[in-house]
């Protein structure tokens, strides 16, 4: 038993968890919004925007800023993944027992190789972990522009009642089942994102980049299959969906990180630069270590790796893959 559904704890004030947030209180629901500044918070609180993150987006009175953890019936985690661990280490463990938790954040952790919700049931084992992932900029779903996603959970009964209760009329999650499918692809699209960005950084044409985003689907089937999720949750929001909107859009991050480094930016470089959080730079070696460990064929994260260290130029690396045996379409 989940219920009640009624109040929103989210933790982390960038982009996203702002949107979740907005999301939330659209959903009528009254949101607390843990931020780690408290400039941030008193500007959340009595201008109502987040300059910093979502520019002059109106977010809703609704949302309560604080720089401390909020208790709440609904607990979102929405710092970056590689800060999920160390965010849910600060919290009161009694805030997380036995309350749904939703993993927002898109990323394998460096080192364990964990899935956000393995995270979440190191750190807290008696929390119920659901994952939400699927195509929607931070920036449309705070605005209020028509946007669906997946949130997936062990029991379904608890899942629909979660995506009830996070509904709004421009906010859609369809419940799932399948959490391992979900976070294997809400990671994974944000390496291939870094490829096809660098596919158009180095000027290889649309269908370079059609090309690379249908094997990209079948090397992310391959993955996910092999983590022991199933190859039917990427015809999905979480697959298809957001494969398609981070690998096309400039909107993207990680796209555009891929675009720097496809016109031969060095990953130091473009960091250095003050590039906005691109997940897939620190997904894409625990990738590699995953599909090592499990024996699956990826040759497109080991070419995402090989771009992000320098060790083969772009040029190389597609003559490399072109050069590959010719194989079946499976
Ligand atoms: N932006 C988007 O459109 C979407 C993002 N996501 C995912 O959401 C996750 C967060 O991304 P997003 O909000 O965009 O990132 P942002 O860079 O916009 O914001 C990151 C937030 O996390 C906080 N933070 C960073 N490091 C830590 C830490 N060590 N401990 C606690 N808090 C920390 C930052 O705080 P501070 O401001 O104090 O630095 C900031 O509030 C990512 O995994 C991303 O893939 C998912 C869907 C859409
Ligand atoms: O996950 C996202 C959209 O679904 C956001 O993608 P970026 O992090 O690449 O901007």
Redesign the pocket.
């Known amino acids: 038993m989940i219920e009640p559904l009624e109040t929103v704890s989210v933790i ?6 702002t ?1 979740l947030a907005q999301a939330a209180a659209m959903a009528g629901r009254p949101v607390s919004l843990l ?3 408290a400039a ?1 918070a008193e500007e959340i609180n009595h201008s109502h925007t987040n300059t ?2 979502l520019g002059d987006q109106v977010l809703s009175a609704s949302i309560i800023a604080t720089t401390t953890a909020q208790a709440a019936d609904i607990i979102i985690m ?4 590689q ?1 999920t661990r ?2 849910l280490a600060a919290m009161d463990p009694a805030m997380l027992a036995g309350r749904p938790v939703v993993l ?4 394998l952790e460096t080192g364990t190789l964990q899935r956000q919700s393995e995270i979440l049931v190191d750190m807290a084992p008696d929390a119920i972990p659901f994952v939400l992932s699927g195509p ?3 920036i449309d779903v705070a605005a209020g522009r028509p946007t669906a996603v997946t949130l997936a959970g062990d029991d379904a009964n608890q899942t629909s009642k979660l995506a009830a209760a996070l509904a709004g009329p421009s906010f859609r999650p369809y419940a799932a089942d399948d959490r391992i499918g979900v976070e294997i692809a809400g990671a994974l699209k ?1 390496v291939y994102a870094l490829a096809c960005g660098a596919v158009d950084g180095a000027d290889l044409g649309a269908s370079a980049r059609s090309a690379l985003l249908a094997r990209a689907y079948a090397e992310m089937s391959r993955m996910v299959v092999a983590m022991g999720g199933s190859a039917m949750t990427l015809t999905g929001l979480a697959g298809l969906g957001d494969l398609t909107l981070t690998c096309t859009s400039t909107q993207s991050r990680n796209y555009q990180f891929g675009i720097a480094l496809g016109r031969g930016e060095s990953t130091e470089a473009i960091l250095a630069a003050g590039a ?2 691109a ?1 897939g730079v620190a997904t894409a070696p625990v990738a590699a270590a995953l599909a090592a460990s499990l024996d699956v064929d990826a040759p497109l994260i080991a070419a995402v790796n090989q771009v992000l260290t320098g060790t083969a130029d772009i040029a190389t690396i597609v003559a490399g893959l072109m050069s590959r045996p010719l194989k079946r379409e499976d």
């Open positions: 982390g004030g960038g982009a996203w968890g949107a931020v780690r500044d941030q910093a993150y929405a710092v970056p993944a800060a160390s965010a927002s954040a898109k990323g929607s900029f931070a944000n906005k959080l997940e």
